[in-house]
């Protein structure tokens, strides 16, 4: 665990005990993006209620947040399972005392805010500074959480837009890419069953040594290691992803580098390339995640596609040609 995250919990642990001193709160505010005052408030009172209360937990050191009475209408069924199943996953907390965003009005009318400043405990010293991105519904109360992407790579491809619909489009593809990979760190196996399509190709690809002796003489200068790859069925993907939601305590995810590429004449099918930290409690790795998504049913797009690459072997980096993009499938 990194000093400043021990030094976070013990000024926390100090202010919870002195008679006047209340620093476990977070005061949220909406900067812009909300004209509905009633909405602008219930939303900062709903993110406010929940970061104060992902602190004082941390500091009474309890293993479930709970919420007092009063407070529970915050939020809707769906945003308490998913909270209870990120935390089930790992204890969170708010650093700051004072978070001030802007929300999003999203195409299906609910409101996101961005960019919500968290320490993952149970996350390794690199990994621990993440944000959340919080959705709300029109009543203000809290509908569902995301680990969000990094700003500047949101930002990349919302910024990519060369249309209104395309805009749109891109919004739902951070969205999906976001739930997804919460998903995974929060072992949400039902979704993660339900966004790949039934028949999707999945391709995994895994580092091999060469065995030199059953190589002939001309192939003796090649590369000590090869790439295998291995194609599953959706069932034997979620078969073996169970075992692992079981096997390991803890799961975080991290997406870099994403690359989106729209398909030259289906506009409702995208390639997204990531490169994708994979941290657990047995197990670690990076490499090159593919997801060819299909947004013809614009509420619950599908995976058709999803490949995965070591981002090495033979001590170097893979080359970019030989990542897997939406250009090597025909569709």
Same mark, same amino acid.
């Given at each position: *665990?990194?000093?400043? %995250?021990?030094?976070? @919990?013990?000024?926390?642990?100090?202010?919870?005990?002195?008679?006047?001193?209340?620093?476990?709160?977070?005061?949220?505010?909406?900067?812009?993006?909300?004209?509905?005052?009633?909405?602008?408030?219930?939303? $900062?009172?709903?993110?406010?209620?929940? @970061?104060?209360?992902?602190?004082?937990?941390? +500091?009474?050191?309890?293993?479930?947040?709970?919420?007092?009475?009063?407070? $529970?209408?915050?939020?809707?069924?769906?945003?308490? !399972?998913?909270?209870?199943? *990120?935390?089930?996953?790992?204890?969170?907390?708010?650093?700051?005392?004072?978070?001030?965003?802007?929300?999003? &009005? *999203?195409?299906?009318?609910?409101?996101?805010?961005?960019?919500?400043?968290?320490?993952?405990?149970?996350?390794?010293?690199?990994?621990?500074?993440?944000?959340?991105?919080?959705?709300?519904?029109?009543?203000?109360? +809290?509908?569902?959480?995301?680990?969000?992407?990094?700003?500047?790579?949101?930002?990349?491809?919302?910024?990519?837009?060369?249309?209104?619909?395309?805009?749109?489009?891109?919004?739902?593809?951070?969205?999906?890419? $976001?739930?997804?990979?919460?998903?995974?760190?929060? !072992?949400?196996?039902?979704?993660?069953?339900?966004?790949?399509?039934?028949?999707?190709? +999945? +391709?995994?690809? %895994?580092?091999?040594?060469?065995?030199? %002796?059953?190589?002939?003489?001309?192939?003796?200068?090649?590369?000590?290691?090869?790439?295998?790859?291995?194609?599953?069925? %959706?069932?034997?993907?979620?078969?073996?992803?169970?075992?692992?939601? !079981?096997?390991?305590?803890?799961?975080?995810?991290?997406?870099?580098?994403?690359?989106?590429?729209?398909?030259?004449?289906?506009?409702?099918?995208?390639?997204? &390339?990531?490169?994708?930290?994979?941290?657990?409690?047995?197990?670690?790795?990076?490499?090159?995640?593919?997801? *060819?998504?299909?947004?013809?049913?614009?509420?619950?797009?599908?995976?058709?596609?999803?490949?995965?690459?070591?981002? !090495?072997?033979?001590?170097?980096?893979?080359?970019?040609?030989?990542?897997?993009?939406?250009?090597?499938?025909?569709?």
């Amino acid at each position: *665990m990194r000093v400043h %995250k021990l030094l976070i @919990l013990a000024v926390l642990a100090f202010c919870a005990t002195a008679t006047h001193a209340q620093l476990d709160v977070v005061r949220f505010t909406i900067q812009d993006g909300i004209s509905d005052p009633a909405l602008k408030a219930g939303i $900062e009172k709903s993110a406010s209620v929940l @970061l104060s209360t992902l602190n004082s937990t941390v +500091i009474a050191g309890k293993s479930k947040v709970k919420f007092d009475k009063e407070n $529970e209408v915050f939020f809707t069924k769906d945003g308490k !399972k998913c909270l209870d199943e *990120m935390w089930a996953s790992s204890a969170m907390m708010c650093p700051v005392s004072q978070v001030t965003e802007k929300g999003i &009005t *999203m195409q299906d009318g609910m409101v996101q805010v961005r960019n919500i400043p968290i320490t993952v405990l149970a996350a390794d010293d690199d990994n621990c500074e993440q944000e959340l991105v919080l959705c709300f519904n029109g009543n203000g109360q +809290i509908d569902n959480i995301m680990i969000a992407l990094e700003e500047h790579r949101y930002l990349d491809v919302i910024n990519a837009q060369i249309s209104v619909k395309d805009f749109h489009r891109r919004q739902a593809i951070v969205d999906f890419v $976001e739930n997804f990979r919460t998903a995974y760190n929060r !072992k949400d196996i039902d979704y993660i069953n339900n966004v790949f399509s039934d028949n999707a190709l +999945i +391709i995994t690809g %895994k580092v091999v040594k060469v065995d030199k %002796k059953k190589q002939d003489l001309t192939a003796q200068s090649l590369n000590d290691e090869q790439i295998q790859y291995q194609k599953s069925t %959706k069932e034997e993907y979620i078969t073996n992803l169970k075992k692992c939601f !079981k096997n390991n305590s803890y799961i975080n995810l991290i997406f870099d580098d994403i690359e989106v590429m729209r398909h030259p004449k289906r506009d409702d099918i995208f390639g997204v &390339t990531l490169k994708q930290h994979w941290n657990s409690s047995n197990y670690s790795d990076v490499g090159y995640l593919f997801l *060819m998504i299909n947004f013809e049913d614009e509420m619950n797009p599908s995976i058709q596609v999803r490949t995965w690459q070591p981002d !090495k072997y033979n001590g170097k980096p893979l080359p970019r040609d030989e990542v897997f993009s939406l250009d090597m499938f025909n569709i």
